[in-house]
């Protein structure tokens, strides 16, 4: 799989400013987050060669340039600059002078994209095999992170996982909400005061709703429920209503209520999922989600056990 190595320089690096950014409306949006846009630039050629599109992230319109958002953006670039794995999103850019942006290598959708398109669709699973492969890429990356460059990914869900093609690889993105490990891959609170752990509710894990110890643990939980996104089709912890014709559920309070005590809790299976189809899907789907983390897998774990039942699984595709 050497073809899909993500590579980590590049000859424009150094000339950020001579970059030509078109006016958004020219520019395809990937996704969104707190005060941030993720747009795709498509780059004409040069020289005769084809260049590979980017993905770059830039503050929304509404928000206007501040020293909080260009230092966030900024220690997101350096960590990115420093990340060398096949499994994480590449470092092409970063520029804050006309144009506050950070330019990333750009891959075919979001995880999150595909349920959506999944459920416009079909409204089927995906394939136990695909389910597996993203518990192999991601688990992988997170090994790296974990051990290697020791920090706390601190927001896996569906839409920080970008897709390749039909799953030839999965990669890890976004990593503006990171905490640092120690070398137990632990997250010191105390000689870290001026670094919080974000992250998002719904794919939050026990300890962190409970204020507990955070360790690199943490993230094979929210990756857990990822893998449940797949299985569901929809976000943690939501209930579809069953007698409806439309997968839409009702939001008012008390529904909200219900939903926020089930956070940190591991979410049921749907009920048109197999065992027998998902059995190595959701024995990695309930090994992520323990409630006691020193019973989750590492993230070495993890991709070792997936990477040995994709090798074995013959699933018809979806």
């Given at each position: 799989?050497?073809?899909?190595?993500?590579?980590t320089k590049?000859k424009?690096?150094?000339?950020?400013d001579?970059?030509?950014?078109?006016p958004?409306p020219?520019?395809?949006?990937?996704?969104?987050?707190?005060?941030?846009?993720?747009?795709?630039?498509?780059?004409s050629p040069?020289?005769?060669?084809?260049?590979?599109p980017?993905?770059l992230?830039?503050?929304?319109?509404?928000v206007?340039?501040?020293?909080?958002?260009?230092?966030?953006?900024?220690?997101?670039a350096?960590?990115?600059k420093?990340l060398?794995?096949?499994n994480?999103?590449?470092?092409?850019a970063?520029?804050n002078?006309?144009?506050?942006y950070?330019?990333?290598?750009?891959?075919?959708l979001s995880?999150g994209?595909?349920?959506e398109?999944?459920v416009e669709?079909?409204?089927?699973p995906?394939?136990?095999k695909?389910?597996?492969?993203?518990?192999?890429?991601?688990?992988?990356a997170?090994?790296?992170?974990h051990?290697?460059?020791q920090?706390?990914?601190?927001d896996?869900k569906?839409y920080n996982?970008l897709?390749?093609g039909?799953f030839?690889?999965?990669k890890?993105?976004?990593?503006?909400v990171?905490v640092?490990l120690?070398?137990?891959?632990?997250?010191d609170?105390?000689?870290?005061?001026?670094?919080?752990?974000y992250?998002?509710e719904?794919w939050?894990?026990?300890?962190?709703?409970?204020?507990?110890?955070?360790t690199c643990?943490?993230d094979i939980?929210?990756?857990?429920?990822?893998l449940?996104e797949m299985?569901?089709?929809?976000?943690?912890?939501?209930?579809?209503?069953?007698?409806s014709d439309a997968?839409?559920?009702?939001?008012?309070?008390s529904?909200?209520?219900?939903?926020?005590?089930?956070y940190?809790?591991?979410p049921?299976i749907?009920a048109?999922?197999?065992i027998?189809?998902?059995?190595?899907?959701?024995?990695?789907?309930h090994a992520?989600?323990?409630?006691?983390?020193?019973?989750?897998?590492s993230?070495?774990h993890?991709a070792?056990?997936a990477?040995?039942?994709l090798n074995?699984?013959q699933?018809?595709?979806?």
């Amino acid at each position: 799989m050497s073809e899909f190595k993500t590579p980590t320089k590049s000859k424009l690096q150094e000339n950020n400013d001579n970059i030509t950014i078109p006016p958004s409306p020219f520019l395809h949006k990937l996704g969104y987050g707190t005060g941030v846009s993720v747009l795709q630039l498509v780059r004409s050629p040069r020289a005769g060669l084809i260049r590979s599109p980017w993905a770059l992230k830039m503050l929304n319109k509404r928000v206007k340039p501040n020293k909080v958002y260009k230092e966030r953006l900024q220690a997101e670039a350096d960590l990115l600059k420093r990340l060398s794995h096949p499994n994480i999103v590449g470092f092409r850019a970063f520029s804050n002078r006309k144009i506050l942006y950070l330019g990333m290598e750009s891959c075919d959708l979001s995880l999150g994209d595909m349920i959506e398109k999944k459920v416009e669709d079909d409204c089927e699973p995906f394939a136990a095999k695909y389910i597996i492969k993203v518990a192999t890429d991601i688990g992988s990356a997170l090994d790296y992170l974990h051990t290697k460059i020791q920090i706390l990914h601190g927001d896996i869900k569906s839409y920080n996982v970008l897709v390749n093609g039909n799953f030839i690889i999965c990669k890890l993105c976004d990593f503006g909400v990171t905490v640092p490990l120690d070398e137990n891959g632990v997250f010191d609170k105390e000689n870290n005061k001026n670094v919080a752990y974000y992250g998002t509710e719904a794919w939050s894990a026990p300890e962190v709703l409970n204020d507990g110890l955070i360790t690199c643990k943490t993230d094979i939980w929210s990756l857990g429920l990822t893998l449940w996104e797949m299985l569901s089709l929809a976000p943690p912890h939501t209930v579809i209503d069953e007698d409806s014709d439309a997968s839409v559920t009702s939001m008012d309070d008390s529904y909200m209520n219900d939903a926020f005590e089930r956070y940190g809790t591991r979410p049921e299976i749907p009920a048109n999922i197999t065992i027998e189809e998902y059995s190595d899907a959701l024995s990695l789907f309930h090994a992520c989600t323990e409630a006691d983390p020193s019973l989750r897998p590492s993230g070495l774990h993890l991709a070792t056990a997936a990477a040995e039942m994709l090798n074995n699984i013959q699933t018809p595709d979806k």
